[in-house]
């Protein structure tokens, strides 16, 4: 007999890896100079900052999902264990990106290559995680086809692309010292607003 799948011992351990994720980043600010404990390091409270509200975003565009839909089965469990996966990866490389942007490190430009391309690697697996979530949900939403799944779908599949081109970019070093990886994700503002315009038009205006 199959039995049910249970949607909040999912959301339960979800949330779980998301608060031991920011655990981590706690650990890892530290005393590393060896100075008083009364002392500020502004940056690496800056850096910490940062870090933890890309988190909470991160938790906030995960737990939507689960506002979307109520569908559940073995297909999404496993891609939101990949995700979960990636999410306690990529704190790191997305801390010491910070830190290089806030001047706390100094590295080359090889290893600045290196470290943008982990960061966008980490964005992709997070995203195909989302986009595939979303359109395995859309898949099993019946008949009447829940487009609003669909739309999301495509949506984190623009997060996917962009970041891609952030790999290439930073794989070739093209513009690197501009920091144009990083850059080229202001283009999710534009192709999300006009996917979004095509797809109401496509689908919500026939």
Request: hydrophobic share 50%.
């Amino acid at each position: 007999m199959k039995l049910p799948h249970n949607i909040s011992r999912v959301e339960a351990f979800s949330d779980g890896v998301f608060a031991f994720s920011a655990t981590l980043l706690v650990v890892s600010v530290g005393n590393e100079s060896g100075d008083s404990a009364l002392q500020i390091n502004w940056l690496a409270f800056l850096s910490f900052a940062v870090s933890f509200f890309v988190l909470v975003a991160l938790w906030y565009t995960h737990y939507n999902f689960f506002r979307r839909t109520n569908y559940m089965d073995n297909w999404i469990i496993a891609l939101n264990a990949v995700l979960l996966f990636v999410v306690l990866y990529y704190i790191f490389p997305l801390k010491s990106l910070i830190n290089t942007w806030t001047g706390s490190i100094t590295i080359t430009l090889e290893n600045f290559s290196s470290l943008f391309q982990l960061y966008s690697l980490g964005f992709v697996f997070i995203f195909v995680c989302l986009a595939l979530m979303y359109f395995r949900a859309y898949q099993k939403s019946g008949e009447t086809k829940d487009f609003n799944l669909l739309f999301f779908s495509r949506h984190f599949g623009i997060y996917v692309l962009v970041s891609i081109l952030s790999i290439v970019l930073a794989k070739t070093q093209i513009g690197l010292r501009f920091a144009s990886p990083g850059i080229v994700y202001t283009l999710l503002g534009p192709l999300c607003y006009i996917h979004g315009v095509r797809f109401k038009k496509k689908y919500f205006n026939e």
